[in-house]
T-cell receptor, first 114, second 113 residues
Framework: AQSVTQLGSHVSVSEGALVLLRCNYSSSVPPYLFWYVQYPNQGLQLLLK??????LVKGINGFEAEFKKSETSFHLTKPSAHMSDAAEYFCAVSDQAGNTPLVFGKGTRLSVIA | NAGVMQNPRHLVRRRGQEARLRCSPMKGHSHVYWYRQLPEEGLKFMVY????????ESGMPKERFSAEFPKEGPSILRIQQVVRGDSAAYFC???????????FGEGSRLTVL
């Protein structure tokens, strides 16, 4: 069975500061990993994904994440936070065959302080 | 290219009534997933369907909940005899076969009075 743990249900950063949202996964098979963002009263939008190949993945809005197999981690970062980054962020895992539904973490709410 | 369409966006029901939530996947997508979102709990998988087939319903409550994805028309999540605990946002997502990435709709927010 697969699972995702997101450390910190709420993270607050100053505008212009580094954003770091943590995600650890558990999977018995090689994983596909995803980060989604959700703005209030909206659906989820894909930020980035890791499937195979390069372990540093770049996504939209200046976000990136690095797959570290030895640490079973897929942390999300952005060098400089913007007010518009305030949202809820979800990490998710599935198997590489795409046969299993995505399993989501509980989410991390990011606040950006002016 | 239209995204995943869900309706209604908001639905209010009294206890004991039925709720029907509809989802039209993106064009060319044959896989549909339903998730439920409760505050502070993230998204919980409910059911995975392909046209006319339920592939995985391991997340569906055993009673009152059912889902279908007919050959023609949208996928429907049906909740019979709703209770207050059913109040939540229900998200539909679709994907092409064996891709893994899901494309989400805007959600249907059910309130049970």
């Amino acid at each position: 069975a697969q699972s995702v743990t997101q450390l910190g249900s709420h993270v607050s950063v100053s505008e212009g500061a580094l954003v770091l949202l943590r995600c650890n996964y558990s999977s018995s098979v090689p994983p596909y990993l995803f980060w989604y963002v959700q703005y209030p009263n909206q659906g989820l939008q894909l930020l980035l994904k890791y499937t195979t190949g390069a372990t540093l993945v770049k996504g939209i809005n200046g976000f990136e994440a690095e797959f570290k197999k030895s640490e079973t981690s897929f942390h999300l970062t952005k060098p400089s936070a913007h007010m518009s980054d305030a949202a809820e962020y979800f990490c998710a895992v599935s198997d590489q065959a795409g046969n299993t539904p995505l399993v989501f973490g509980k989410g991390t709410r990011l606040s950006v302080i002016a | 290219n239209a995204g995943v369409m869900q309706n209604p966006r908001h639905l209010v029901r009294r206890r004991g009534q039925e709720a029907r939530l509809r989802c039209s996947p993106m064009k060319g997508h044959s896989h549909v997933y339903w998730y439920r979102q409760l505050p502070e709990e993230g998204l919980k998988f409910m059911v995975y369907l392909q046209k006319e087939n339920i592939i995985d319903e391991s997340g569906m409550p055993k009673e009152r909940f059912s889902a279908e994805f007919p050959k023609e028309g949208p996928s429907i999540l049906r909740i019979q005899q709703v209770v207050r605990g059913d109040s939540a946002a229900y998200f539909c997502a679709s994907s092409p076969p064996s891709i893994g990435e899901l494309f989400f709709g805007e959600g249907s927010r059910l309130t049970v009075l």
